[in-house]
């Protein structure tokens, strides 16, 4: 079976993917309440007892608030930094292990690669997913991008990529000026035109999918996100999706 990906939701209320290649089934972090994962997840054809692992990328709440209850509800494993595990905000889990910076590791029959990444949190990574020779990059939440997460996510058959805001519209918005520079700064998160320069470097020859998420509700939309990226494609049959945070992504298949 192919490798496949799909979005619970995306946005500051809550992150959460799933990853299969119809042997393992992945979370990759859980932002919503036990319940609502649940719902989600059944939405997208799935059981909740379905989910091997969860991966978590960093201890904010709108990607960490619902791993602890779903994994103790569920047993599922948690991969996590010890960073992560630290803050506390997973609160007890049933089985963990340590996620080391730049050491690849197998969640049954997928490989997973995490990379470092600059973002104001204690120990934060992004995850390449590989399985038989496709590779599906997922990077959020960062404030620029490093010749690590570069050189990671050069050379994908899909890459999700977050475009959390516009320029323009983070400037006028209603943040407050610390959080404006926060969010707009050098730990905070990608602005569509950060994420199309990205877009623009990596191999667009081998992608078959393109997928913004961690799009503002208040300080982007998806139009924005989605010109700014096709703006840098050069293959026309190549078209970008947008995650949305209450209905997520539908099911996206890497041949």
């Known amino acids: 079976m192919s490798l496949r990906f799909a979005y619970l939701g995306s946005g500051s209320r809550g992150n959460s993917a799933v990853i299969t290649n119809g042997e393992t089934v992945v979370m990759l972090d859980c932002g919503f309440s036990l319940k609502e994962a649940e719902r989600r997840l059944r939405r997208l054809e799935l059981e909740p007892d379905d989910i091997d692992a969860i991966l978590v990328t960093h201890e904010h709440s709108d990607h960490i608030a619902g791993v602890g ?63 038989r020779g496709r590779r ?37 918005g209603p943040y407050p000026r610390a959080l404006k520079e926060r969010v707009g700064g050098h730990y905070g998160h990608l602005n569509n035109t950060q994420a199309a320069a990205l877009l623009a470097e990596v191999e667009q020859s081998r992608l078959q999918h393109v997928l913004a998420v961690h799009v503002s509700e208040k300080n982007n939309t998806a139009a924005l996100a989605r010109d700014a990226l096709s703006a840098v494609i050069d293959a026309p049959e190549l078209a970008v999706d947008v995650a949305c945070q209450n209905d997520g992504s539908a099911w996206r298949e890497i041949l």
């Open 136 to 172: 599906l990059g997922i990077l959020t939440d960062l404030g620029h991008i490093t010749p690590v997460v570069r050189e990671a996510f050069a050379a994908c058959d899909a890459l999700v990529v977050e475009c959390n805001h516009d320029l323009d519209m983070l400037s006028r």
């Open 69 to 131: 209850a779903f994994a103790r509800r569920h047993r599922a494993a948690v991969h996590m930094t010890d960073g992560t595990r630290a803050s506390g905000r997973a609160g007890e889990l049933p089985t963990v292990s340590a996620v080391y910076l730049g050491v690849p590791f197998e969640v049954g029959t997928i490989n997973v690669s995490p990379v470092p990444v600059p973002h104001d949190a204690r120990e934060p990574v992004q995850y390449v997913f590989e399985d």
